[in-house]
């Protein structure tokens, strides 16, 4: 018994689940009990003057007398719904009521004693023993009446002593109150329809259990057994309902019977659905009673050919059952699809995900084919009504598992999400899913839309999942820099893109399907469809920053830019493990296109100053080499200040670029200076403003950010 149940709930499933014998006992010892309390109280209060032996005789006989009409109510009210035996039992409990109101108004002066008290306690629960055992109703009332006769005499005693009075009136109130309840669930009742007066006509007849038998079967049965017909098909769908009833009250005890092993999935302390249930469809089959499932077998095996409307009213009866049940196991097991609905207007992205994955994983794995499986039980041979009652039953929950998912496959909240691992399980959910909605629903035409609307969410979800990791990326790709600061260093479509690819890498296996059936690329035989548009992508990425790079006024800023950029693409390739799908060739690609930026960066930046160090062996004269110098002098810090502007992210990719510079420049004008010490001698130190060692210490302090500019 759940521990989380209320103590009324608690209270109706002790009584459901006591049998009929144990009621029986019950009502015997309460009648025997109550009234022996009752006559020696009686007789104590008006017949002192009584020997003992007469005494014992008349409560003897008197016991015996209603312990036996106790049984034989009990029985017959088992047995069938006879009006005669309402009818007496009715007269019964009127007549006794009378008798013990004439009584207690004679003893209205009288001191209460012990045994009169025990005896309306008994009377009690005698009564609702039998409120229980034969579904009637009123007699429920009758235990009213006890009850309330019992707390006014404990008052008489002792006004406290309605407190305990009290406590023992509560459960069997609680009880009396459920017995509407239990007139619909409880029991089973037989099918009868008894023959027209027509001695040539061939009869039918019901065994014991109220199913039908062919003539040729009743004539081994008891010679006492009724004849019968089959039921009519206007009185089938009332005889149909009530043969649902002792199904219907099982429901809640099947629900639990699922929630026990299912606990630790439901719980998150385990992460994989019981093999026990999946393994077995017949979990919850065979914690039925094979008599409650082989009655209504047999209603429909004897019934009359179905005609439309009563097929149709037969169908509505069974799903709308059958739906209760599904609602039933949702609230057990605290999956309502209802609440998961819910969540989504709350926001708790992460929890109505994971409510509706474990929901599919249960409905489609246990519930849908235990289903199938129950209509096949009870439906046989009619197949058309089996698969119309299966598809009523489970359609509507299988339809709101969809619409969650189809919730989710709209480009407007996959965008508001953002990224989000639990869009990933819901497509793997899904996925998993379609070869479950094949079997279940495809093989009728009533259930093959919705496992063609199944395979159509699906692919929804695929087509946004693919246009928000590579078509919104190839849109994002075409870098726009109005406005731009350089000093930013990295772009910001540049860190959005990588992260979104790094994103598409750690659900590498799943994009692996989608791209396999929805590329946009040409894919390579034997060459992963993931790494082509990973590579794809990131082309597109360096060819846009490279046409975004020959807009800046200052081409050696965007040199470096580019150069930036490009060396955090490859770092976060290699940091995501990107790498492993892409490859080294591609790796080596990337630092040969890095190595020639950084070449181009020279040419732009410092081609210029080298130029002015350059010597011409045929023309080299005083003039000459003076306004060289000259002009060094003059750009040289110039280009100090342009190349001071931007900066590298990577200062070791910073140091590398300094380094290739100052390979090339520093020796250039320490020859320069030194053909110019030749030429001038004494007088060459008039002109040199730098010495080799100054200019090498200036090219250091370069890419460092100093300064900035806009684009």
Request: charged share 25%.
């Amino acid at each position: 018994m759940p521990t989380g149940s209320s103590l009324p709930d608690q209270l109706k499933d002790w009584m459901l689940h006591r049998s009929h014998e144990w009621w029986l006992v019950s009502s015997v010892l309460s009648a025997a009990v109550g009234l022996i309390c009752f006559a020696v109280s009686f007789f104590n209060h008006h017949l002192k003057e009584w020997n003992l032996l007469l005494k014992f005789s008349i409560i003897s006989v008197a016991c015996i007398a209603l312990i036996c009409i106790a049984v034989l109510i009990a029985k017959k009210m088992l047995e069938g719904s006879n009006p005669w035996v309402k009818a007496h039992l009715v007269f019964f409990a009127i007549i006794v009521t009378y008798i013990l109101t004439f009584f207690l108004d004679k003893e209205k002066e009288e001191e209460p004693d012990v045994y009169g008290l025990v005896s309306y306690a008994a009377f009690a629960v005698l009564f609702l023993s039998l409120a229980i055992q034969t579904r009637l109703d009123f007699l429920g009332e009758i235990v009213y009446f006890f009850l309330g006769v019992l707390l006014i005499r404990l008052m008489e005693i002792k006004w406290w002593l309605v407190f305990p009075g009290a406590c023992f009136s509560y459960p069997l109130i609680i009880l009396s109150s459920f017995l509407d309840e239990l007139s619909g669930e409880r029991g089973r009742l037989p099918i009868r329809t008894p023959l027209p007066a027509s001695p040539d006509a061939e009869t039918s007849h019901v065994d014991d259990t109220g199913a039908l038998m062919s003539p040729q079967q009743s004539n081994n049965t008891d010679t006492d057994t009724v004849p019968l017909l089959a039921p009519q098909p206007d009185d089938l769908l009332d005889v149909f309902r009530r043969a649902l009833r002792p199904l219907n009250g099982m429901d809640k005890e099947l629900a639990r019977e699922l929630q026990r092993p299912l606990k630790d999935y439901i719980t998150d302390r385990s992460e994989e659905v019981p093999e026990v249930l999946v393994n077995d469809p017949n979990f919850l089959v065979d914690r039925i009673s094979p008599q409650v499932l082989d009655e209504l077998n047999r209603l429909m095996k004897n019934s009359p050919q179905f005609e439309e409307d009563i097929k149709n009213l037969v169908v509505d009866e069974y799903s709308r059952s059958r739906k209760r049940f599904l609602e039933i196991c949702q609230v057990e097991l605290q999956l309502n699809v209802q609440q998961t609905w819910i969540d989504i207007h709350d926001g708790s992205e992460r929890h109505r995900i994971q409510r509706w994955i474990k929901l599919s994983n249960i409905a489609l794995r246990m519930l849908f084919p235990y289903e199938r499986r129950l209509c096949q039980r009870i439906f046989g041979s009619h197949s058309d009504i089996s698969d119309k009652c299966f598809m009523q039953a489970c359609s509507e929950l299988a339809q709101d598992l969809l619409n969650f998912t189809d919730h989710i496959a709209t480009r407007r909240n996959f965008e508001q999400m953002s990224y989000s691992h639990s869009i990933f399980q819901v497509f793997r959910t899904l996925n998993l899913s379609i070869p479950a909605f094949e079997s279940l629903f495809s093989n009728s035409h009533f259930g093959s839309s919705l496992w063609i609307e199944a395979a159509r969410v699906k692919e929804r979800l695929c087509r946004v999942i693919k246009d928000y990791f590579f078509t919104e990326l190839e849109e994002l790709a075409h870098v726009d820099g109005s406005g731009y600061y350089i000093r930013d260093k990295i772009h910001s479509t540049t860190i959005r893109v990588m992260f979104r690819l790094s994103d598409a890498f750690r659900e590498r296996d799943t994009l692996e399907l989608i791209l396999h059936d929805y590329p946009m690329v040409d894919v390579m035989e034997g060459v992963s469809s993931l790494s082509t548009h990973i590579a794809w992508m990131i082309e597109l990425l360096e060819t846009n920053l490279e046409a975004f790079t020959k807009k800046f006024k200052n081409a050696s800023v965007g040199s470096i830019y580019l150069i930036d950029n490009v060396n955090y693409i490859v770092k976060k390739v290699c940091g995501t493990q990107l790498n492993t799908i892409l490859g080294d060739t591609w790796l080596e690609e990337q630092s040969a296109k890095i190595d020639q930026y950084i070449k181009d960066y020279q040419r732009i930046s410092w081609d210029n100053v080298l130029g002015f160090l350059k010597l011409d062996s045929d023309n080299v004269t005083t003039e000459s080499m003076k306004e060289k110098l000259r002009s060094f002098n003059e750009q040289f810090p110039k280009t100090l200040v342009e190349q001071s502007r931007p900066s590298l992210d990577d200062q070791k990719l910073r140091q590398d670029i300094i380094e290739s510079v100052r390979l090339v420049l520093v020796p250039a004008y320490g020859n320069f200076i030194n053909k110019f010490r030749d030429i001038l001698l004494d007088h060459a130190d008039e002109y040199i403003e730098y010495s080799t060692s100054e200019v090498e210490s200036r090219l250091r302090g370069t890419l460092d950010g100093s300064f900035f500019a806009f684009f």
